[in-house]
């Protein structure tokens, strides 16, 4: 129903920036909640940031203050700049997105995940 593709991924050196770009397409009007998580080698997946229906924002401790997330909803994207990125940053990063909608008075979640996207910071 909602497909999702991360691009800006690479190599960065440690205090250095990069962009993410995660587009949605399908039925994209179905989409409450847009953002990224992460997994580094060995580790669980993490939340990152996420942009909640209603526009609040919710970021993971270790990115507070070093990550924006925004969404431009007229090209069904979702942003992450990511600044001043530490070797701990590196990760396999996931856009993510849910919808939630009524079948009857029954409440259906639905989770979407992109492929991911490989960012590794090192010198």
């Known amino acids: 129903q909602v497909q999702l593709v991360e691009s800006g991924g690479g190599l960065v050196q440690p205090g250095g920036s990069l962009r993410l770009s995660c587009s949605a397409s399908?039925?994209?009007?179905?989409?409450?909640?847009m953002g990224w998580y992460r997994q580094a080698a060995g580790k669980t997946r993490e939340l990152v940031a996420i942009?909640?229906?209603?526009?609040?924002?919710n970021y993971g401790d270790s990115v507070k203050g070093r990550f924006t997330i925004s969404r431009d909803n007229a090209k069904n994207t979702v942003y992450l700049q990511m600044n001043s990125l530490k070797p701990d940053d590196t990760a396999v990063y996931y856009c993510h997105a849910e919808s939630r909608a009524f079948v009857g008075e029954l409440l259906r979640r639905t989770l979407y995940w992109g492929q991911g996207t490989q960012v590794t910071v090192s010198s």
């Open positions: 399908g039925n994209i009007s179905s989409i409450n909640d």
């Open positions: 942009i909640i229906d209603g526009g609040s924002i």
